[in-house]
């Protein structure tokens, strides 16, 4: 079983959320980690397709927002070229390839901040893909950084997407390379 994990990431906290799924996943299955601006745009041995980005606005981050960041902050942005809506456009039809999806958003109710996981899935339920799950990951709003606990429950949640999606008689301890 291969996955393919991609995300957007503003500061770095969607990159480290990724990073952690990735290696939750890597412990059942084989996992290519990729940003969007470097990401295929096909799904080729691909049997769980998981996208990720932070949530800005109430939703993944469109053009006109990408600039507020940069006017907060003198920090590097991690992603500075194709954003991951025209990435998810320029996706191929599912047929109903397993997918799941993630954002990072502030520490507060999602009635008031939004979920970018929420957009991420109505795309890729449009473009045929089939819809596993979907996570928010917390960033403390006064600080920015991702809240204690938060990489850990990212890294169970790629372990549990892999497990549900391993055939039953699948053994269940971490893939040996040989």
């Given amino acids: 079983m291969g996955a393919l994990v991609v995300y957007e990431s503003?500061?770095?906290?969607?990159?480290q959320v990724a990073g952690?799924?990735?290696?939750?996943?890597?412990?059942?299955?084989r996992v290519r980690l990729e940003e969007v601006e470097h990401a295929p745009?096909?799904?080729e041995g691909v049997d769980l397709l998981?996208?990720?980005?932070?949530?800005?606005?109430h939703v993944t981050e469109p053009p006109r927002t990408r600039m507020a960041p940069t006017e907060q902050s003198e920090d590097e942005l991690v992603s500075t070229g194709e954003q991951l809506q025209d990435w998810m456009?320029?996706?191929?039809?599912?047929?109903?390839?397993?997918?799941?999806?993630?954002d990072t958003r502030i520490h507060r109710p999602e009635w008031l901040t939004g979920s970018a996981a929420h957009g991420i899935i109505r795309r890729l339920r449009r473009k045929?893909?089939?819809?596993?799950?979907?996570?928010?990951?917390?960033?403390?709003?006064?600080?920015?950084?991702?809240?204690?606990?938060?990489?850990d429950r990212a890294r169970a949640w790629g372990r549990e997407l892999a497990v549900a999606l391993l055939p039953?008689?699948?053994p269940a301890g971490p893939i040996r390379v040989t």
């Fill in 10 to 15: 503003v500061f770095g906290n969607t990159r």
């Fill in 89 to 102: 456009l320029a996706l191929p039809d599912g047929n109903g390839l397993p997918t799941a999806a993630f």
């Fill in 168 to 170: 039953h008689d699948a």
């Fill in 50 to 57: 998981v996208v990720g980005g932070p949530t800005h606005v």
């Fill in 41 to 43: 745009c096909t799904c």
């Fill in 128 to 151: 045929g893909y089939a819809t596993l799950d979907q996570e928010s990951f917390l960033v403390d709003e006064e600080d920015g950084v991702l809240d204690r606990g938060e990489l």
């Fill in 20 to 29: 952690a799924i990735a290696a939750g996943l890597a412990e059942h299955c």
